[in-house]
C-alpha cells in the first residue's frame, strides 16, 4: 500500500489485510512492554489544517509505539495562517525527511493531491478530508464491529450479512461516506436512517438504502447502529428546527436502545453530544463501543502505517526509495 | 537447479527425538521448558518436538509461536511482511526455560529479533535455541544449543526444509 486516500477504491482483499494486521498490532498491546522496534528510523508528520484531538492523538500514539519519530504540524499558529501554500508546507516537510504524511484538511480532496502532484515522495494518509471521507475511522469501525461479533476468530472474516445503521447528519459526514463504501465492500448491508434535509444528493448511487424513520430502523434489529455527531460547526443553514426535536426524532435514548437485540451494538466516532444524538444511558450502556473504538482505532493506525512503512518502497516515479 | 536431499523422513524424526533428549539433559528434566517456533517451520518442528519430550518426561510441555516480523532488521529491503501468529503458552514465559525452535540457521538475524520479541513478552530465566538445519554463514555472535544437522553451504545455495504437515513431504534439500 502507498497511500491510505479513501474506503471507496480499496477492494475486500486490501480491507481485510489491514484489519489483519490490526488484530496482530492489537496483540501486540497486551504485552509488558507494548513499543515495537518496526518504523525505528522512520518519520511521521501529522499535518492537521483542521481541529482535532484524538484522530491526531491516535495517529501519534500509533507512530509511536512502531518506533518512528513525529512531528506534529497544525496549521493554527504556523505559516500555513501566513498563507504559505499546500505545497509549499508539503515540500519543506518533505526536505526535513518525512516518510509519511498524516492530513486533515477541510477541503475535499486535499490529500489525494498531496498524493498524486509529484510534490512529495512519502506516503499519504487522509485523516479526514472535508465532506469526502475519513478511511481510519472506518477501518476501525468495521474493526469493532468484526471483532464484537467474531472474537478472537476475527481474522480473514468479513462482515457478510451484518446489518449496519448508520443514523444522523449523512450529508456532512465523511465518516459515513467512508463507512458506506467499507462496510458494503466487506458485505454488511448498511441502512442510512437521516433527516430529510441532511440525505446527500447522490446516495440514489450509493449501496445504501435509505429511512427517515429510527425507530422503523431499530425495530428490524441490526447487528450495529452507528450515531452519527451532529457537527454544530457544519450547521450553517437550517437543516432541523430544534435540536430538541432532531433528539427526539433521530436521537438514541435509553427506550430505543432498550429495543434492540441483545447482541446489537452501538458505535459513536466522538466526541459525542450526550442528549443531542445519544443519550447518556445508551453512550454508557454495555452495548456501547465508544471506548473499545478508540482503543481499535490505535492498532488500527499502526496498521496502517505498517503496511505504508514497513516494506520496500517505490515512489510514484518507480524510482525505489 | 539441481536439488539433492539431505535429511530425509527418518533422519529428521531421528534428529527431533535426538534433540528432546538434549533439551532434557540440559536442563535436567522437563521442569520450567517452554518451547517457542518461529513462523512458519519452526512452529510445525516445535509442534512436534513438544510431544516428543512430553513422552519422554511424562509430562506436559507448553508450546507456542513467537513471530518475528515486527522485530526484523530488513523490512524495507523487502516487500510488505505479513505479520504471523504470536501465541504465548498459558503461564507465560516468565522465568522459564525457553527453547526457540527453528527450522534453518542462517545469518542469525532471524534470532536476533526473535530475543528482541521474547523480551517484549516476558523474562525468562534461560533462552537455548534449538535448530533443524545449521547451514553456517552466520552474521551476528548468536550459535544454536541444539542442532539436528549442520550442513555447509555456499551463500547461493538454497536450503529448503519441507514438513508433512505444510508441504506433504518430510525432506530437506539442498539446491544449488
Same mark, same amino acid.
Given at each position: ?321 | ?56 518426561? @511424562? ?5 507456542? &509461536? ?6 526484523? @532488521? ?32 542462517? &545469518? ?7 530475543? @528482541?520479541?521474547?523480551? &517484549? ?31 555447509? &553451504? ?23
Amino acid at each position: 500500500m502507498r497511500h491510505l486516500l479513501d474506503t471507496r477504491s480499496l477492494d475486500r482483499d486490501e480491507a481485510l489485510r489491514v484489519l489483519d494486521v490490526a488484530e496482530d498490532m492489537a496483540e501486540t498491546q497486551s504485552r509488558q512492554i507494548k513499543k515495537l522496534p518496526t518504523l525505528l528510523g522512520k518519520t511521521v508528520v501529522n499535518l492537521f489544517f483542521e481541529d482535532s484531538t484524538r484522530t491526531r492523538i491516535s495517529f501519534e500514539a500509533a507512530a509511536k509505539r512502531l518506533s518512528a519519530d513525529v512531528i506534529n504540524f497544525s496549521a493554527k499558529g504556523s505559516s500555513v495562517s501566513k498563507g504559505e501554500s499546500l505545497k509549499d508546507t508539503a515540500q519543506t516537510l518533505e526536505a526535513m525527511g518525512a516518510d509519511a504524511v498524516v492530513i486533515r484538511h477541510s477541503a475535499s480532496g486535499a490529500p489525494r493531491t498531496l498524493a498524486t502532484s509529484g510534490w512529495i515522495s512519502a506516503g499519504v494518509v487522509n485523516a479526514g478530508d472535508g465532506t469526502h471521507e475519513h478511511p481510519t475511522q472506518a477501518l476501525l469501525d468495521a474493526f469493532t464491529i468484526r471483532k464484537r461479533r467474531y472474537g478472537a476468530d476475527s481474522r480473514g472474516r468479513d462482515l457478510s450479512g451484518l446489518r449496519v445503521v448508520i443514523v444522523g447528519d449523512v450529508l456532512h459526514s465523511r465518516v459515513a461516506r467512508s463507512n458506506v463504501w467499507l462496510l458494503s465492500t466487506l458485505g454488511a448491508e448498511v441502512t442510512l436512517v437521516t433527516p430529510p434535509t441532511l440525505v446527500p444528493q447522490n446516495v440514489s448511487q450509493w449501496p445504501v438504502r435509505v429511512l427517515y424513520d429510527l425507530d422503523q430502523a431499530l425495530a428490524e434489529g441490526p447487528d450495529a447502529v452507528m450515531m452519527l455527531r451532529i457537527q454544530v460547526e457544519r450547521m450553517h443553514a437550517a437543516f432541523f428546527p430544534t435540536e430538541r426535536e432532531y433528539s427526539r426524532l433521530w436521537g438514541l435514548d435509553a427506550l430505543r436502545a432498550a429495543t434492540l437485540p441483545e447482541s446489537s451494538i452501538v458505535m459513536h466516532p466522538g466526541p459525542m453530544n450526550r442528549g443531542l444524538e445519544i443519550s447518556s444511558e445508551a453512550a454508557d450502556s454495555a452495548r456501547s463501543t465508544v471506548l473499545e473504538q478508540v482503543t481499535n482505532g490505535v492498532s488500527v493506525r499502526m496498521a496502517v502505517l505498517y503496511l505504508l512503512l514497513a516494506g520496500e518502497r517505490n515512489d510514484e516515479r518507480g524510482e525505489a526509495k | 537447479m539441481a536439488a539433492r536431499t539431505v535429511l530425509q523422513e527418518a533422519d529428521i524424526a531421528r534428529a527431533l527425538t535426538r534433540i528432546a533428549h538434549e533439551i532434557l539433559e540440559s536442563n535436567r528434566g522437563a521442569e520450567g521448558v517452554v518451547l517457542l517456533g518461529i513462523p512458519t517451520r519452526g512452529v510445525t518442528l516445535a509442534d512436534r518436538l513438544g510431544p516428543i519430550i512430553a513422552g519422554i518426561a @511424562d509430562t506436559e510441555i507448553p508450546v507456542g &509461536s513467537i513471530d518475528i516480523t515486527l522485530y526484523r @532488521d530488513d523490512l524495507s529491503k523487502h516487500p510488505t511482511r505479513a505479520p504471523k501468529r504470536t501465541e504465548i503458552p498459558e503461564g507465560g514465559i516468565d522465568g522459564k526455560t525457553v527453547v526457540l525452535v527453528d527450522d534453518v540457521l542462517f &545469518s542469525g538475524r532471524s534470532i536476533r529479533a526473535a530475543l @528482541d520479541a521474547i523480551q &517484549s513478552i516476558g523474562r525468562p530465566s534461560v533462552v537455548r535455541l534449538a535448530i533443524l538445519v545449521d547451514r553456517g554463514h552466520r552474521e551476528l555472535p548468536i550459535r544454536p544449543d541444539f542442532v539436528g544437522k549442520n550442513i555447509p &553451504s555456499s551463500r547461493t545455495e538454497r536450503v529448503n526444509v519441507r514438513l508433512k504437515e505444510l508441504d506433504g513431504a518430510d525432506e530437506v534439500t539442498i539446491e544449488s
